[in-house]
């Protein structure tokens, strides 16, 4: 390890850019499940993840969210967390990722903390965050569902199975399916420093109620690269197995940030 790191002045959402420019056919995300006995994957390259973030990061655009703006992520590992969060990145907001086994009451403290006005959730998080949100300042949620990444087969099986075993939650008017975030479209260009924020990360719930932390740009950055150095990771060259939650430190940290740094 050397004995300082610099910084080399980017910011969060400059990362996938560069990743897809150099590695646009290799595999971004794989996302593994098993059902019935069988192991079942889906996968998003480095140029289709780039798609759907500017996509998605103009569809928050439009409906409302502004550089500085709070955009909570109440989603398990899975695809839609990776381009939400890196969309928040990308339309300057702050992303605040939630742990999605939170109570309503927990969900409603670190919304009323962290002043978000949307928020992105997974389907059968959605009536804990919809008993939270008449004491919050959230306006509009967007629905995520976990089978938007299954391949055929498994989709199947989930719609006629599991998928009826969720509590339903009705939509708002203002609320949307996070597939239309998806919808062609291109991000406004907003000027975005290192110094920002660019996470809002809560910690400390065990001793009291959780405290968000302020992570900017080059925070992040610094502590990537930081992980890089350590382990003597190359671009391109090694592949992060995302076994830890993402909307922890750890996870945030050595497996997102790192593995889009180093398009691993």
Known sequence: MPPQVS????????????????????????????AAGRLFTSALTYAQLLDKVERCAASLQRLGVAQGDRVALFLPNCPQFVIAYLAAARAGAIAVP????????????????????????????????????PRTQLERVVVASVKEYFPPLLWLLYTLTLERKIQKAELGPGDRRFP??????????????????????YTGGTTGVSKGVELSHRNLLVNADQNRLWAHLGMGTDVTL???????????????????????
């Open 7 to 34: 910084h080399d002045g980017r910011c969060l959402h400059e990362l996938l850019p560069e990743a897809a420019r150099r590695f646009p056919d290799r595999d971004a995300v794989v996302f593994p499940m098993a």
């Open 98 to 133: 939630f742990n999605p086994l939170y109570s309503a009451r927990e969900a409603e403290e670190q919304l009323r903390d962290c002043g978000a006005k949307i928020a992105v959730v997974l389907d059968r998080f959605l009536p804990v965050v919809r008993q939270a949100q």
């Open 180 to 201: 239309e975030l998806l919808a062609p479209g291109a991000p406004e260009p907003v000027a975005v420093t290192p110094e920002a924020t660019a996470v809002l990360l």
């Open 242 to 264: 995302a076994a830890v939650p993402l909307f922890h430190a750890f996870g945030i940290t050595c497996c997102l940030n790192l593995g889009v740094m180093t398009a691993s």
